[in-house]
């Protein structure tokens, strides 16, 4: 065990965990956010703790949490595009921390004693990602796209971080790991870091004397990209309009993204940058499907959906994923016959939709706005308590 996690093993980080999630060591009371399995007890090997990232934009998810550990005390493990990039080699001197492939672990035979991941899937052979950690977590990103969300492969993790009550439901009965409510951390500064409009309204090339629309589009088949591109950029005329594609679609979808060039936006952002300050900016936004409107739910913030034919049939959703079901309630609209520009006008929708995403909040998260990071980070902190120790395989 390391000596941090056996700081936070400790009877006040006991009272830390029971303040911020209800959870005590010795809870097991049905409701806990901690729904966990018996555990073994045999000691862990010595050694250290982990970051996983296959794309640097990852950043954006653990950053907050990583930020709350200490300096140094964790590794960046790296493979696919976050290899041999920059943003990582910055995120190496910030956290006084070490880089190293995930190839290189496996060649030394090493083996941290827990590693934090999005999904285990990008090193392709689910073995050799079992063999870079005694105990693995999986730190959820995206609430929407249940059939990869909710993918057999969650059963490789010991942990999982997850949003609230509605994904703890549904991962229990697919798996026997510890499930952990966090909230949503990356937006933790949302809630805590005031905003200077005027510094974003400039940041963005927006006009002061319009209100915005940020439109922050999926890729793949689900994207908006492509069926909205000409009504959305017509929204120009009235309001600011802020377009930032998905952080995957620039390398693998360039001819989507050079389509929407040929488009009047007021400014388009392609690059990895956090969305943080474009749900600060937002007077209205516009979304597709996967994780970004949920987001919306939790920072309570004006949308609209844009929908995808047959969107229910895709084998990244399914007919019960949240970002399907969401329509019953939230203002949707089809390509060749939808009104945005006349709902974003109509303040009635938006006086009902409030009320709509009061509930939609309590149903997908963990209430703890502004300090969700805390709670991530104290349960890693005594993640090996929390799960039980491993032997090894």
């Keep these: 065990m390391?000596?941090?996690?056996?700081?936070?093993?400790?009877?006040?980080?006991?009272?830390?965990?029971?303040?911020?999630?209800?959870?005590?060591?010795?809870?097991?009371a049905s409701g806990s956010p901690f729904a966990h399995r018996p555990v073994q007890r045999p000691p862990l090997p010595s050694g250290r703790t982990a970051f996983l990232f296959h794309t640097p934009e990852l950043?954006?998810?653990?950053?907050?949490?990583?930020?709350?550990?200490?300096?140094?005390?964790?590794?960046?493990?790296?493979?696919?595009?976050?290899?041999?990039?920059?943003?990582?080699?910055?995120?190496?001197?910030r956290w006084k921390c070490k880089i190293i492939t995930a190839t290189q672990v496996l060649s030394l035979g090493g083996r941290y004693d827990w590693m934090v991941s999005n999904h285990p899937t990008m090193l392709g052979d689910v073995s050799l990602f079992k063999r870079l950690a005694a105990i693995h977590v999986r730190f959820m990103y995206a609430v929407g796209k249940s059939g990869w969300n909710l993918s057999g492969w969650n059963s490789v993790y010991d942990a999982i971080l997850c949003f609230g009550p509605y994904?703890?439901?549904?991962l229990a009965k697919r798996?026997?790991?510890v499930i952990v409510q966090m909230g949503?951390?990356?937006?933790?500064?949302?809630?805590?870091?005031?905003?200077?409009?005027?510094?974003?309204?400039?940041?963005?090339?927006?006009?002061?004397?319009?209100?915005?629309?940020?439109?922050?589009?999926?890729?793949?088949?689900?994207?908006?990209?492509?069926?909205?591109?000409?009504?959305?950029?017509?929204?120009?005329?009235?309001?600011?309009?802020?377009?930032?594609?998905?952080?995957?679609?620039?390398?693998?979808?360039?001819?989507?993204?050079?389509?929407?060039?040929?488009?009047?936006?007021?400014?388009?952002?392609?690059?990895?940058?956090?969305?943080v300050p474009l749900y600060k900016l937002a007077d209205f936004m516009l979304f597709d499907y996967g994780g970004p409107p949920f987001a919306a739910v939790y920072t309570d913030k004006r949308m609209l959906l844009l929908n995808a034919p047959d969107a229910e049939k895709d084998p990244l959703t399914g007919a019960d994923s949240p970002d399907i079901t969401i329509r019953?309630?939230?203002?949707?609209?089809?390509?060749?016959?939808?009104?945005?520009?006349?709902?974003?006008?109509?303040?009635?929708?938006?006086?009902?939709?409030k009320a709509q995403r009061g509930l939609l909040r309590r149903e997908y998260f963990a209430p703890?706005?502004?300090?969700?990071?805390?709670?991530?980070?104290?349960?890693?902190?005594?993640?090996?308590?929390i799960v039980g120790a491993k032997q090894s395989v």
């Design 167 to 170: 994904h703890a439901n549904a």
């Design 184 to 275: 949503y951390p990356r937006l933790d500064a949302y809630f805590n870091e005031s905003a200077d409009l005027d510094a974003l309204r400039k940041r963005f090339h927006c006009d002061p004397t319009k209100q915005t629309v940020v439109w922050l589009p999926t890729w793949k088949e689900l994207s908006s990209v492509g069926r909205y591109d000409e009504q959305v950029s017509a929204l120009t005329t009235r309001y600011n309009v802020v377009v930032k594609v998905h952080p995957l679609m620039v390398s693998t979808e360039p001819q989507r993204v050079a389509a929407l060039r040929r488009f009047k936006f007021t400014h388009l952002i392609t690059d990895p940058s956090d969305n």
């Design 328 to 353: 019953k309630t939230i203002a949707n609209v089809d390509a060749h016959d939808g009104d945005i520009a006349g709902k974003l006008a109509d303040d009635r929708l938006w006086l009902a939709q």
């Design 2 to 28: 390391t000596s941090f996690a056996r700081k936070l093993a400790a009877p006040v980080a006991a009272r830390l965990l029971r303040r911020f999630t209800g959870w005590s060591p010795d809870d097991t």
């Design 59 to 93: 950043q954006n998810h653990f950053s907050c949490v990583m930020d709350l550990l200490p300096a140094g005390s964790f590794d960046l493990v790296v493979c696919r595009d976050a290899e041999n990039s920059p943003e990582m080699e910055q995120a190496a001197a």
């Design 175 to 177: 798996t026997d790991a």
């Design 368 to 385: 703890y706005y502004g300090f969700s990071s805390r709670v991530a980070a104290l349960a890693l902190s005594s993640v090996e308590h």
